[in-house]
C-alpha cells in the first residue's frame, strides 16, 4: 500500500493505491461529505484480485480545496493517477457524485473505462438528471440554510442518509474527516457531466441501490436500466445511500460476481451488435 499527494492545478489531491500490477485496476470514487475512508470493506474483499487506486476528491478527506479544481475536473485527475502509475485502463466503482464523475469519466477518455459500478446515482444522459434536480429543489435552500447557520445538522443530514444501521452511520462519519464548510466548493462543477451529449462507448454499468434510499434515485435507478445499454440493477433490501454500509457481505459477493463477468457481457454485446 501507498499513499501520495499529486498536485492539479493549485490544488493537492490524495490518493491510496494497493498495488498489484498484474491485475486489472479499480478506482474507488466516494460520494460528497464522504472520503476514499468509507470503502475499508470494499478494499478487504479486493485488494487480492484486483489493484485498487482510492481517491479523496477535491475538498474531501486529505485532499485540498480551491475554487478553481472542483468535482468536474476528476476525470482529468484520474487520467493524471493512471499515467503516473501507467495504468491504460480501470474499472470504477462511484457512490452518489462518485458514479456522475465515472460517467464523466468513461465519456472524456471512453477507451479508459472498462466498466462502471454507479451506487445512488442515477444517468447523466437522457435528461434523467433534470427529473432528479427538480424533485430535489425543495430542499435545496434547507441545505443551504443549514450550511450557513448549522453545520453540524447539514453533516447530519448525510449521515442519516447514509446508512440504516447505527454501525454503518457511524462508519460514514468517521469518513466525513477533513469535509469542511468550503468543501461546498466541490460541487459547483458537477454541470459539466450533464452537458456531455450521447455516451461515447457502451460499458458494462452494474447500478445499485438501497431498499431506504431517497424514491427519486430509485426511480432514477429504474431509469438507468431502461435506457442505458449494459446496464444492470440490483437493489438491496434493509439498506440505504451506502448499500455495503448495511450488508457488505452479500454487497462484496454481488459486486466481484458483475466484475469478474465484465468481458463476458462486453462481448456478448459485440457479437449481438455486430450480427445486426
Known sequence: MTDQTIRFKDCG????????????????????????????????ALKREYQLIIIDMPGHGKSGVTSSVTFED??????????????????????????????????????????????????????????VYGELRGTKFKHLFLWLFSFKRYKNYYIEKSSSTNSGKDKFEKTMKGFKRISILSKKGLKRFYKMGKQNKIYPTYVVCGEF????????????????????????????????????????????????SVSMIGEAYGRKHKKQ
Do not use: C
Request: proline share 4%; no cysteine; glycine share 6%.
Open 213 to 260: 434510499d431517497l424514491d427519486i434515485i430509485k426511480d432514477a435507478s429504474i431509469q438507468y436500466e431502461q435506457k442505458v445499454p449494459l446496464s444492470t440493477l440490483e437493489g438491496y433490501n434493509n439498506t440505504r445511500q451506502v448499500v455495503f454500509l448495511d450488508n457488505p457481505r452479500l454487497f462484496n459477493d454481488h459486486l466481484i460476481t458483475f466484475l469478474k
Open 74 to 131: 476528476m476525470p482529468e485527475i484520474i487520467k493524471v493517477i493512471l499515467d503516473k502509475e501507467d495504468i491504460l485502463k480501470t474499472h470504477i466503482i462511484g457512490i452518489s457524485e462518485g458514479a456522475i464523475v465515472g460517467q464523466g469519466f468513461g465519456q472524456v477518455f471512453p477507451d479508459r473505462l472498462l466498466s462502471l459500478v454507479a451506487i445512488s446515482s442515477f444517468s447523466i444522459y437522457h435528461g434523467s438528471y433534470k427529473a
Open 13 to 44: 489531491i490524495y490518493y491510496l493505491m494497493y498495488e498489484n500490477p498484474l491485475k486489472e485496476t479499480i478506482v474507488l470514487l466516494h460520494p460528497y461529505a464522504s472520503s476514499g475512508l468509507i470503502f475499508d470493506s470494499l478494499i478487504i
